[in-house]
């Protein structure tokens, strides 16, 4: 087994043909995990750089293999294959996850995967407690705990593509010995804007404190304007936020005592509004629930189904066939 130990010493690298070397070296840094693999031939690769409170880590096998591992419990895992593909799935649903879509995996979750022959992996790992006081800066204090993210995104979007970039651009730096990543004050610039991206591309979650003010507030007419106007747009919750004119703090309040969810919810449902509405009015032969779906901005049929079955207790197939 080739090891390289220290880049700078947080940096690790290893190559080797034997799996359970690499599995041992693997769980010492994300997490301990069963491995099944096949007959090979193996050769597998790592290369890992750990930056205040964040682990860029490339993984390839070589050959194909399935990864089982409980809840993560004190980190999310951000997830890019690189090249060739994965399956994945921690709530219940798999999806195939290629370049142009991502995972994201929440601490509480228990995940199984297969790898492709060729994948090779981009696991970035942001431990719990950063996610957190992220968090409480980004909504002045309004919540409670870690938030809760949707297990994949796209990557093709505007926002998904600026976050690949600057995921792309860390892991180049991560292999440059005169990396800004060495700067304590550049890491930790990186480290803010890779989160605020994160939370721009992907859906998430978070849990309100319910201590709320009294009072109509005005901004949230503002920023319910806003969603109204762009629903068939791709905003996101710092574009509702500008909209308002007020903190993210006071109109995430204003929301929660207005309507009992936060912005980015208030969106999402809207949107489901609209999808319904489409359905009950396509004619034979007209759209598709794929077609409405994405007309929506939910790309994810499964998730899609769900969501809607949630809110208006039918699925989107059954209201397009007029069935409720």
């Known amino acids: 087994m080739a090891m390289v130990q220290a880049d700078p ?3 690790v690298f290893a190559q080797t043909k034997n799996l359970d070397e690499f599995q041992d070296v693997v769980s010492g840094l994300l997490r301990p995990f069963a491995l099944s693999a096949g007959r090979g031939p193996y050769d597998a690769r790592l290369r890992h750089t750990g930056v205040a409170g964040l682990g860029l880590t490339t993984i390839e096998y070589g050959d194909a293999v399935e990864i089982r591992t409980d809840a993560l419990e004190r980190f ?3 997830q890019i294959a690189l090249d060739g593909a994965f399956c994945s799935g921690s709530l219940g649903e798999e999806f195939e996850f290629a370049g142009d879509r991502a995972q994201i995996i929440n601490p509480v979750a228990p995940v199984t995967m297969r790898w492709s022959p060729s994948c090779r ?6 431990d719990r407690a950063m996610v957190r ?3 409480d800066v980004l909504t002045g204090g309004a919540t409670r705990g870690a938030p809760v993210f ?4 796209s990557l093709a979007t505007p926002v998904g593509r600026r976050l690949r ?15 800004l990543l060495r700067s304590p004050m550049a890491a930790r610039q990186i480290q803010q804007t890779l989160f605020a991206q994160l939370m721009a591309a992907s859906q998430h979650e978070l849990p309100f404190d319910d201590t709320l003010p009294r009072g109509i507030p005005y901004y949230v007419k503002r920023a319910d304007d806003f969603i109204a106007a762009n629903v068939a747009r791709e905003i996101s919750l710092v574009d509702i936020v500008a909209s308002s004119g007020v903190s993210m703090r006071t109109l995430y309040y204003g929301f929660r005592r207005c309507h009992g969810i936060g912005p980015v919810a208030r969106l999402k449902r ?21 077609d409405i779906a994405m007309r ?11 969501d809607y079955r949630a809110r208006f207790g039918a699925t989107p197939s059954e209201t397009l066939r007029g069935v409720r």
């Open 133 to 135: 006081d992220y968090v």
């Open 165 to 179: 970039r600057t995921v792309e651009f860390v892991l180049a730096e991560s292999e440059n010995e005169a990396s």
């Open 76 to 78: 999310y895992l951000l």
């Open 270 to 290: 809207l949107r489901l509004d609209r999808a319904k509405a489409d359905l009950e009015a396509s004619y034979p032969g007209g759209n598709t629930v794929t």
């Open 150 to 153: 949707g297990e994949t995104f």
């Open 121 to 126: 992996l981009l696991v970035l790992r942001l």
């Open 9 to 11: 010493p947080s940096s």
């Open 296 to 306: 929506w901005g939910f790309p994810h049929l499964g998730r899609f189904a769900s």
